[in-house]
């Protein structure tokens, strides 16, 4: 007996993304990948998905992951010789995803260069138990430096689920707001799946990320991408992941 309907699922194609910001690829320094095999092999999947530039963002957390140049851009520089190696023909840039805490207010201060991607944009997140209370604060010292302030994962932080006001506050401060992709998927919980279809459908989202670690992320966003509905979540929404982010050189 024939189907009329139509297939729920179509090939993975994440092309019209096509730069992805957040993510944990490179080796060795977070909670992220921790070998270069590894690295390679899911840049090469990444790829097959539809991607042509990835951008590296290590975390930086003074007490657990006190990264920062001297220890990031050797990592990108052994990746893309990797890649070279194996043929691999993609665009890979780093930058870092900044704990928003009094070290980080210290460092902006200080006046030394902080990793940042784009056209002047950088990646900043909270803890998820509490909103860090120097937040504004740090928004505008960085707005006051010519810098973007891309706050990551802004979904994933409960406390601000019935207030979406906050929302508008950052973007309005000169923020962008980046939502992880698997969010969509439900992958961390329902509220934050709501949450972030939520701001999708009220053009309040501006990046989208990966913000790939492990396995279980790579194949949470297969699945993702093989669901026709998600595409259809992006008809009519400027998401600007290739205009802010394509043109850009390290």
């Known amino acids: 007996m024939f189907s009329f309907l139509k297939p729920a699922t179509v090939t993975p194609d994440l092309s019209f993304i096509g730069v992805d910001m957040h993510s944990h690829l490179l080796p060795g320094l977070d909670d992220g990948l921790k070998n270069l095999d590894e690295t390679v092999q899911y840049i090469g999947e990444l790829q097959q998905l539809g991607y042509t530039k990835l951008i590296c963002t290590p975390h930086i957390i003074s007490d657990m992951y006190p990264n920062s140049a001297e220890t990031i851009l050797p990592k990108l520089d052994l990746v893309r010789n990797a890649l ?82 906050i929302y508008e506050r950052f973007a309005d401060m000169g923020c962008y707001l980046q939502v992880n992709l698997l969010s969509l998927l439900g992958y961390y919980g329902k509220p934050v799946k709501i949450a972030a279809e939520k701001m999708i459908k009220n053009n309040m989202v501006d990046l989208l990320g990966t913000d790939l670690h492990h396995e279980k992320h790579l194949a949470g966003l297969k699945e993702l991408a093989s669901k026709k509905d998600f595409y259809k979540m992006f008809e009519g929404v400027n998401i600007r992941n290739k205009a802010l982010l394509l043109k850009s050189v390290l």
């Open 84 to 165: 070279i190696e194996k043929n691999i023909n993609i665009t890979i840039e780093a930058a870092a995803e900044y704990m928003v805490d009094i070290d980080m207010e210290r460092e902006i201060k200080s006046g030394r260069p902080l990793l940042t991607f784009g056209r002047n944009l950088i990646l900043i997140e909270m803890s998820y138990i509490a909103p860090s209370p120097n937040m504004e604060r740090v928004i505008f010292h960085l707005r006051m430096s010519g810098l973007h302030p891309v706050i990551a994962h802004p979904e994933r932080y409960a406390y601000y689920h019935h207030n979406f006001e």
